[in-house]
Nanobody
C-alpha cells in the first residue's frame, strides 16, 4: 500500500499559477503510474496528467501547454505545476498511484486539494 498526501491548492485569480505537491509514504520509483485527476461539482473525475515508471507522460488536452507534471524520486513527491489558470480549472485535485501486481490493478488516492480560480 501507499498513502498519498496532497498540498498546494488554494484560491487564485485567472491567469495565475499554483503548484500542487503529492508526497507518498514510500518510494515512488517502482510505482507503475502516478498522476493527478480532478473532479468538479457534479462531474466525473478526469485525468489531468500522469506518468508511468518508464517516464511516459500523458496530459489532458484541456491543460496541455499550461500544466506540467514532474517528480522528485528522492523526496517521494509528484508535482503539478499549473500556469495560466482558468475558471474552468476549478475542481478538487486528487493524486493517484497505481500498482499492477499480477492480474490485479490497485489504485490509491490522496484526500484531495481544492483549487478555485476566480474570473
Amino acid at each position: 500500500q501507499v498513502q498519498l498526501v496532497e498540498s498546494g491548492g488554494g484560491l487564485v485569480q485567472a491567469g495565475g499559477s499554483l503548484r500542487l505537491s503529492c508526497t507518498a509514504s514510500r518510494s515512488i520509483y517502482m510505482i507503475n503510474a502516478m498522476g493527478w485527476y480532478r473532479q468538479a461539482p457534479g462531474k466525473q473525475r478526469d485525468l489531468v496528467a500522469s506518468f508511468t515508471s518508464g517516464s511516459v507522460t500523458n496530459v489532458a488536452d484541456s491543460v496541455k501547454g499550461r500544466f506540467t507534471i514532474s517528480r522528485d524520486n528522492a523526496k517521494n513527491t509528484v508535482y503539478l505545476q499549473m500556469n495560466n489558470l482558468k475558471p474552468e480549472d476549478t475542481a478538487v485535485y486528487y493524486c493517484n498511484a497505481r500498482e499492477i501486481k499480477g492480474a490485479g490493478i490497485y489504485d490509491y488516492w490522496g484526500q484531495g486539494t481544492q483549487v478555485t480560480v476566480s474570473s
